[in-house]
């Protein structure tokens, strides 16, 4: 049995997240994504079913499909396996690395920690492309393969697998080729993929269902014809993109550009972790495009080594490239981020200009800005509509973070003096309570006093004259004297160099240092002990000095937009022609349409009821709608004994061995579960069984049934197998030859005779053996034509 429920991401263009349930016992998340407002209602209907999850898999890097994954490990209960390909895992990390210190920028931000981040990625277990991992626990008798979908590095198209049934779960798959990623192996040169074909279920989105991409050419003349007017009117162009997945492609695409025309402006990717981001970039050519990595192979030298390029973490690293500049920043929602900030501070000009490269996610401001772009660009003298000069007004909400001054600043200094004298207080209190007697290691002839006995010293309780038992004047005579509180002065340590320095007395306390910083509030300030010196850095301070006080203030603010705006659409996933063109072609036996405008969503599930050869089962689920799409087949296990399976004849398919076995099943009446009751071959009527051929038709198997049967088979031009030199097989059709090529059909028959039958049924060509049937795959002919 197989349960689709949409957790969010259907019939509208929110992150991705969605359950699926098979037999009742396992229940697999397909992603697990939010967006930057990180609003926790939205997480309503993940709360409910968090704990219940089994595996969780990851399909993309980026915010929408991965953003609540964190939170949810964290506070939700979320402790499932979780599986990922490795740059899912890196870049993913990175994204939420990125978007935190962007939140943290412009706010008291503490819905997660970067603690719940790394806890949470240091669980995904990762592979690779095409590699079968058969789950374990509670998910036994599940396998899942993750293949190449393009569109990100690392981006997954996911096939889960379990008995017969076979879902393929396919979102934001590119099928076109990029500059630095292949496109997805789903449909490759017009072919669907084998193992992805025909499946039980297919889900699948139609988020650009009714748009049509330009062709990649005109659509980079635009960008470049943009960049070089702006540049021209000594303006700076703005690239909102997010921090790890589509910006490799347009920082990529960028540096060439500049590298082929000897670009003099600068090009700077701003993120918090562009350092990082990149660096995992290089270490990752395995996983990006074959034009990638023969550069890499003739050149040695690595394509992401840019050359113009210039990575700043930090705002105020743009004051060291004055002038017209283009910069790539993030975040492509423009409502957080370095993006928002450079927005804000160059939309106002006329000079300027925005390149969106994509719609940005619903209600965002950079939404927003397209929707206004589209309203006013109605011309259509080219592939791609021209800029418009935005004249938008908006009263936005600004948050950000500012430095103390004045009368702030002084009492907060005085409050921080006296916050340290207290603590210095404390601290030699407690380092003299807690001292330790030190003996010189030179005057090995001296008792030594341990922290026993001056516990036992300071227990006792002493008048003000008492004798002391301990010392004697003479050989009588006994001395008294005045007993001091119990005090042994330490001996310093010296070895061959001098006194021993302790170090911990002249360490720098860390609190220290950062006690001005009122942005992390306890989390980790330098994010994970693994990082680099520039992730060390306080990369969320805008200001010089790192020992700053700060604060947050939000206030609202009227922006009148003038700048330029143009979109073009770069964020590398297929149009509407490709996603009609494709789904078809995979052929499932059911179709469940998702992450979608409801217009979108209706349009591709009509074009797909259109093709008379699709499937009638295609479902449009709502948000928190429960779909049972299981096959009108019923599966049981069956326990065998060991006398019975010694009985068997087994034969090999693979990793499994297969066999006959004969009986009737019945339910007890006391019990819902089936019963087998065996049956010898001997009392069939028949005496023997059918035929049956299990496992994925190869021509290959085929050369060796019929070589064994003495027919001579030899394969000639591209899968096409010919026997006799009469006979011609390929996938799809079998064909007699003609004269002109072979010799005449009627000579041909007694090779027909010895494979003795051809059955022609519903477009399939069945060869029948004496013990064997040989099921070759849908023919693209019609019936009439094989029978020519």
Not at 393 to 398: A, F, P, R, S
Request: net charge negative.
């Amino acid at each position: 049995m197989i349960v689709f429920t949409v957790i969010s991401g259907a019939k509208n263009e929110d992150a991705l997240c969605y359950l699926l349930e098979l037999d009742d016992e396992v229940r697999i998340m397909l992603d697990c994504g939010w967006n930057d407002e990180f609003n926790v209602e939205d997480l309503k209907h993940l709360r409910r079913v968090a704990k219940q999850v089994d595996a969780l898999l990851l399909s993309h890097p980026d915010l929408s499909h991965l953003g609540a994954y964190p939170y949810a490990y964290g506070h939700f209960g979320l402790s499932c396996p979780v599986y990922a390909t490795v740059p899912v895992v890196h870049m993913g990390r990175m994204c939420m690395y990125d978007i935190f210190q962007s939140k943290v920028n412009e706010d008291k931000f503490d819905t997660f920690a970067l603690d719940n981040v790394d806890a949470a990625f240091e669980k995904v277990n990762t592979l690779k492309y095409s590699q079968p991992m058969v789950l374990g626990g509670k998910c036994k008798g599940i396998t899942i393969t993750a293949y190449a979908a393009g569109h990100t590095i690392g981006g997954t198209i996911w096939k889960i697998k379990k008995d017969t049934e076979e879902i393929v779960y396919a979102v934001d798959y590119n099928h076109k080729k990029e500059r630095h990623l292949d496109g997805t192996v789903l449909h490759i040169n017009g072919v669907v993929l084998d193992a992805l074909s025909r499946p039980s279920l297919m889900i699948t989105d139609a988020y650009n269902s009714l748009i049509i991409h330009p062709a990649r050419k005109h659509r980079d003349a635009a960008l470049f014809d943009t960049i070089t007017n702006t540049m021209k009117n000594k303006g700076s162009v703005l690239l909102p993109t997010d921090s790890s997945a589509r910006v490799l492609e347009l920082a990529y695409l960028l540096d060439q550009h500049w590298a082929f025309y000897q670009v003099s402006y600068p090009l700077i990717l701003l993120t918090h972790q562009s350092y990082r981001t990149i660096q995992f970039a290089k270490s990752m050519l395995e996983w990006m495009s074959d034009a990638i990595n023969r550069q890499f192979d003739s050149k040695r030298e690595n394509p992401f080594e840019f050359r113009y390029l210039r990575l700043c973490h930090k705002y105020k690293d743009l004051s060291k490239y004055p002038g017209p500049k283009v910069v790539l920043a993030s975040n492509s929602s423009l409502d957080t981020g370095y993006a928002r900030d450079l927005l804000l501070e160059w939309g106002t000009s006329e000079s300027n200009a925005l390149i969106l490269t994509d719609r940005g996610p619903p209600n965002s401001l950079a939404r927003k800005v397209y929707n206004e772009w589209n309203r006013l660009s109605q011309s259509n003298d080219g592939p791609v509509k021209p800029p418009v000069n935005l004249d938008l007004t908006m009263d936005l909400l600004i948050k950000k973070k500012v430095p103390l001054e004045g009368t702030e600043l002084s009492e907060y200094k005085s409050e921080l003096r006296k916050k340290q004298e207290r603590e210095a207080a404390q601290a030699a209190l407690i380092a003299k309570s807690l001292s330790i007697i030190e003996d010189d290691e030179s005057d090995e002839s001296e008792s030594e006093i341990g922290d026993t006995d001056i516990e036992e010293l300071l227990s006792k309780q002493f008048d003000l004259y008492v004798r002391d038992a301990t010392k004697y004047g003479g050989f009588f005579k006994q001395t008294q004297s005045y007993l001091m509180f119990p005090y042994v002065e330490k001996r310093k340590r010296y070895d061959d160099y001098g006194e021993i320095i302790q170090v911990d007395q002249f360490a720098r306390g860390i609190g220290d240092e950062n006690a001005g910083d009122g942005d992390v509030n306890g989390d980790k300030a330098d994010m994970n002990s693994d990082k680099d010196e520039f992730d060390r850095e306080d990369s969320t301070n805008t200001f010089p000095e790192s020992n700053v006080p700060t604060k947050y203030v939000s206030y609202e603010q009227e922006i009148k937009f003038q700048c330029q705006v143009r979109f073009i659409d770069l964020e590398g996933t297929n149009d509407g022609r490709s996603l009609k063109t494709i789904v078809p072609q995979v052929q499932p036996r059911k179709l469940i349409v998702v992450h979608a405008s409801p217009e979108a969503t209706n349009d591709f599930a009509q074009s797909c009821l259109a093709i008379r050869s699709m499937t009638r089962d295609i479902y449009t689920p709502d948000v928190g709608e429960v779909l049972n799409v299981s096959a009108a087949i019923n599966f049981y296990q069956v326990k065998l004994t060991d006398a019975l399976v010694s009985s068997l004849k087994l034969s090999k398919l693979e990793d499994y061995d297969i066999a006959f076995v004969n009986g009737k099943i019945s339910f007890p009446p006391d019990s819902s579960l089936p019963v087998l009751d065996v049956v010898p071959i001997e009392e069939l009527s028949s005496g023997t069984h059918n035929p049956v051929f299990v496992g994925e038709v190869k021509l290959t198997e085929l050369k060796r049934v019929l070589q064994s049967e003495g027919i001579t088979a030899e394969f000639k031009d591209e899968g096409v197998l010919v026997c006799n030199e009469k006979v011609a097989v390929r996938k799809g059709n079998f064909v007699v030859k003609e004269e002109n090529v072979f010799e005449k059909i009627d000579e041909s028959e007694d090779v027909l005779e010895r494979i003795e039958k051809i059955v022609l049924e519903e477009n399939k060509v069945i060869v029948l053996k004496k013990n064997e049937v040989i099921v070759l795959e849908d023919s693209e002919e019609e019936d009439e034509e094989i029978s020519k």
